[in-house]
């Protein structure tokens, strides 16, 4: 192993211990975290703020999220939906994608800006991931691939979309960050017949969740 690809290992180790200082204790999701290389999903200039405790700008007003964030979104879904089939809203990236598919889900992926969407499917591509990815409007989900067994929006939303959850299987789950521009409520909703189970958890700070039941992108 190079010097360079030992020093980027160890920095993903020592990023896995900063999460279990932070409370994420899934031994599944620590091991995915292990697994993944985050800084593939970084342009080159960019590899020595990789395995950083932050955000960091992608482009076009979108961030890869702070890995405690993807963490515990991830951690929520892990405890709800063992396996399965996953839809994330807002590929981005493409980091959160690959985390679900190394816990084995089978995964589908809607980004709106398609830049990300065309550098995303090339990085899967490249990397022999089995995601399927499509270019949309996420608020109105994949229809055509429904019902899913849980849902993952990685951008902050006014309102849960009405299409996601109607998308959900029984029993499935979404995780969405809800709230105003400034700061959201990361919220689980759990289906159940025609009723949806609310749950709140901390509050957080993403991009807007942009589209037809979302924010108006006028509006940022």
């Given at each position: ?79 709800r939906c063992f ?68 849902i993952m929006v ?67």
């Open positions: 192993m190079k010097e360079a690809e030992k020093l980027l290992d160890l920095r993903r180790k020592e990023m896995v211990e900063t999460l279990k200082l932070y409370g994420i204790t899934n031994r599944r999701v620590l091991d995915a975290f292990q697994d993944v290389p985050r800084h593939l999903f970084f342009k080159g200039e960019a590899l020595d703020a990789a395995y950083n405790d932050g955000a960091y700008p992608i482009g076009f007003g979108q961030t890869i999220s702070q890995p405690y964030t993807v963490a515990l979104m991830t951690t929520l879904l892990v405890e396996s399965g089939k996953v839809l994330e809203i807002g590929t981005g990236s493409g980091y959160q994608s690959a985390i679900l598919d190394a816990l084995g889900y089978s995964v589908f992926t809607v980004e709106r800006i398609f830049e990300l969407y065309q550098r995303a499917e090339k990085l899967f591509s490249k990397c022999r991931l089995n995601i399927a990815c499509r270019f949309g409007d996420g608020t109105l989900g994949w229809v055509e691939e429904a019902p899913f067994d849980a990685t951008a902050g939303a006014p309102k849960e979309p009405e299409s996601l959850l109607r998308q959900l299987a029984e029993n499935g789950c979404m995780i969405i960050p809800i709230g105003g521009k400034d700061s959201q409520q990361m919220t689980v909703f759990r289906k159940e017949g025609n009723n949806c189970k609310r749950e709140l958890f901390e509050h957080f700070m993403f991009v807007p969740l942009v589209g037809r039941e979302g924010w108006d992108d006028t509006v940022f």
